[in-house]
């Protein structure tokens, strides 16, 4: 109840949101959200081979306006996440540091290391991996094995 009165007595004006926005604009909402929304306009995009170079471009158009609308929504829920979370000086000091050069070169080189990491990694199954563990820890949730084909019966053993 507390934590709702305090995002709702900050609001735009507020210089504690601001310094929160300020920092939300600058993170890895902020990063990696443009970097999700190419690949998933992509995927989109060769998903429909059917449409024209013309809606192809209006696709892409409309993907970029979504991009915005939600990146404005993911701003200003970080943004409040942290007003609710940390106090206005702890604010106004890391909104002071995003602003600096070491925190530029940072976001800068953020995207690359993103990628890179993501490469690294592969795919990762994480619900797979963990109901293999537990299979193995418990007997339980293990993958039915595939058929074994049957065993041949007299009958067709005896056939020529």
């Keep these: 109840m507390i934590a709702a009165l305090l995002l709702l007595a900050a609001g735009?004006?507020?210089a504690a949101y601001q310094s929160a926005r300020k920092i939300a604009e600058h993170g890895?909402?902020?990063t990696v959200g443009p970097l999700m929304a190419v690949k998933e306009t992509e995927e989109l995009v060769l998903a429909h081979p059917e449409l024209t170079p013309a809606e192809k471009a209006k696709l892409h158009e409309v993907a970029r306006e979504q991009e915005e609308l939600a990146r404005r929504k993911?701003?200003?829920a970080e943004a409040s996440a942290y007003v609710a979370h940390m106090s206005a000086a702890d604010l106004k000091a890391l909104a002071a540091w995003v602003d600096s050069p070491l925190a530029h070169?940072?976001?800068t080189a953020l995207p690359q290391i993103v990628m890179s990491t993501m490469q690294t990694l592969g795919t990762i199954d994480f619900k797979g991996s963990v109901t293999k563990a537990y299979c193995a820890k418990t007997g339980k949730l293990c993958p039915e094995a595939p058929a074994s084909p049957a065993a041949p019966t007299a009958d067709e053993t005896a056939k020529p």
Excluded: V, Y
């Design 28 to 30: 890895m909402l902020a």
């Design 12 to 14: 735009p004006q507020d």
């Design 105 to 107: 070169r940072q976001r």
């Design 74 to 76: 993911m701003m200003d």
